[in-house]
Structure formats: structure tokens, C-alpha cells
């Protein structure tokens, strides 16, 4: 009785197996795809070369996820980006398109690509007098939640030690206006900020190279 069981049971296992192997494999395929759109602007394995593009490499699951379905949710301005490599080089398109184009599955598989990656910290000039005094407002306001000088993957709230400043500059100012929605906490440590005070933690970013 058991052991006739058993042989509709394998041969129902081993379907499965396969199916399964299969829909992995499209899943695998689809990533590779998606991924050289991104490449297009966010460079080779997330790493952007371009200032105004963030480095996406090495960046958490969750802030992944997170931030498309922010983006897909307007809590971010679409802020106009044109192709800089690949066939539709030059025309422009914004991240909230590219968003809404995008399926739970394909965020998943987007999400554990890039977060499979490291973080390439840019290469960009920085006065070390305005780094000394930003690593001191960071380390009394921010570090709390931007852990390691804003380089923990933990954290889930992007890395900000290495990206390209003129990037990070864009979204303090996003954050400042109201277009781009805050965490409640972070609120109040931003509006506090004076400029220069901005400027000296742009500068702190962006030595840790
Ligand atoms: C046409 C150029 C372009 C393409 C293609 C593109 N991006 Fe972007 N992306 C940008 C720019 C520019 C920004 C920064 C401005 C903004 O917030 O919209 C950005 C921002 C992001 C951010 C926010 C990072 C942060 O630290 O907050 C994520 C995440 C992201 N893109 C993921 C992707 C993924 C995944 C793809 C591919 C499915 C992709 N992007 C395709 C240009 C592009
Ligand atoms: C209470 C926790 C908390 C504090 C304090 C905090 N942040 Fe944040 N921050 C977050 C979270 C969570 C996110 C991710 C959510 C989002 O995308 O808006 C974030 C996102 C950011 C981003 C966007 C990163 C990216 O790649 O898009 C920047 C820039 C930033 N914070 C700067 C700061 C600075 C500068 C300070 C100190 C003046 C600070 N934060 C204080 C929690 C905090």
C-alpha cells in the first residue's frame, strides 16, 4: 500500500522540482534584463559614475522595495533623468515611470540583485575643514538612525557615506520643500539645519571615500 503510494507521489515531486527550476530560470532571465535598463543611468552593478545619479549598489533589500513603492506613490518628486548609455540614449524618462512599470516580483528580484552588490563610494573632491565640522552635526543628529557615519546597510534608510554629493544635495532640498516625504523623526533634525550646516554634511558625505 505504502510503497505504491510512494510512486504517484515522486513522479508528482519531480514535476515540481522541474516546474519550479523553470520559473526560476525566466525569473533569473527577467532580473539580467531589468537590471541593464537600470545600468543604463545607475552604471555597471549600481555603481553610477554620473553625480546626479545615486549609487545603488550594495543598498538594503527593504529600502530598495520601500523606495519604489514610494516613487509608485508620488511621496518622492519624478524628477526628470535622461538615459546616458544604451538604446534610448538621451531621451528622458523620470523614476516614478519607471516605478509604476515595475511588478512586486520584479521589485523583489531587483531588490536582492542590488543589494547582492557593494557599494562603490565616489570619487569626488571635498574641503576637509567643512568634512571635520559636518561629521559633528552627523554624529549629534543624524547618526542615530544613519549608523557608521551613514554607511550601514542595517539601517534601511539608503547609505549616505560615499554618495555623489550633488545627489545628496538635491534630496536635502527635496526633503526641505515638502516633495519628498520625511521620516517623522528625521523632521526635526533637518529643519534645524542652517546652510552652511547642509553644506558642511554634503562635504562629510562625501570625503569618506
Ligand atoms: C533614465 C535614467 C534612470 C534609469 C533608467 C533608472 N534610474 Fe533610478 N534614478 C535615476 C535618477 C536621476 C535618480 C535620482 C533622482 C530621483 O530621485 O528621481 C534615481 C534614483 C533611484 C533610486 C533612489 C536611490 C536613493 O538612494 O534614494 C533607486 C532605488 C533607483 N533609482 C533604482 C532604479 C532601478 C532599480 C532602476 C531600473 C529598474 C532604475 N533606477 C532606473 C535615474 C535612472
Ligand atoms: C529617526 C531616524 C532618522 C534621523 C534622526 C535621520 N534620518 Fe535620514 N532617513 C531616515 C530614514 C528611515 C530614511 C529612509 C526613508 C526615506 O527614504 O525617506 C532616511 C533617509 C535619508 C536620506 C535619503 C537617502 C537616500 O539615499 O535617498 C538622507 C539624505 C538623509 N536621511 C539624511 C539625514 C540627515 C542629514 C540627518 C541628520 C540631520 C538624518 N537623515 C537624520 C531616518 C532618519
Known amino acids: ?54 549609487i545603488i549598489g550594495g543598498i538594503s533589500e527593504l529600502f530598495m522595495i520601500d523606495t519604489i513603492a514610494i516613487y509608485k506613490d508620488r511621496d518622492r518628486p519624478c524628477i526628470e533623468a535622461e538615459y546616458l548609455e544604451g ?24 531588490a536582492k540583485f542590488y543589494a547582492g552588490k557593494t557599494f562603490v563610494r565616489a570619487k569626488q573632491s571635498f574641503d576637509p575643514e567643512k568634512a571635520a565640522r559636518g561629521q559633528k552635526i552627523h554624529d549629534s543628529n543624524c547618526e542615530k538612525c544613519h549608523e557608521d557615519g551613514g554607511s550601514s546597510v542595517e539601517d534601511d534608510a539608503g547609505i549616505l557615506a560615499g554618495q555623489w554629493m550633488p545627489y545628496l544635495e538635491q534630496t536635502f532640498k527635496s526633503y ?17 539645519l542652517s546652510d552652511t550646516g547642509m553644506e558642511d554634511l554634503l562635504h562629510y558625505y562625501g570625503s569618506l571615500q
Not at 25 to 39: F, G, I, P, Y
Not at 182 to 188: I, L, N, T
Open 87 to 110: 538604446p534610448d540614449k538621451g531621451s528622458k524618462t523620470d523614476m516614478c515611470k519607471i516605478a509604476d512599470e515595475l511588478s512586486d516580483e520584479e521589485i523583489e528580484s531587483l
Open 176 to 192: 526641505l520643500s515638502g516633495e519628498r516625504v520625511m521620516p517623522k523623526k528625521m523632521k526635526p533634525k533637518m529643519e534645524k
Open 1 to 54: 500500500m505504502n510503497a505504491m503510494s510512494t510512486k504517484p507521489l515522486s513522479a508528482l515531486a519531480a514535476i515540481a522540482v522541474m516546474s519550479s527550476l523553470i520559473i526560476f530560470d525566466t525569473a533569473v532571465a527577467d532580473v539580467d534584463k531589468l537590471v541593464e535598463d537600470c545600468a543604463n543611468c545607475h552604471g555597471k552593478d549600481g555603481a553610477s559614475t554620473e553625480s546626479s545619479v545615486p
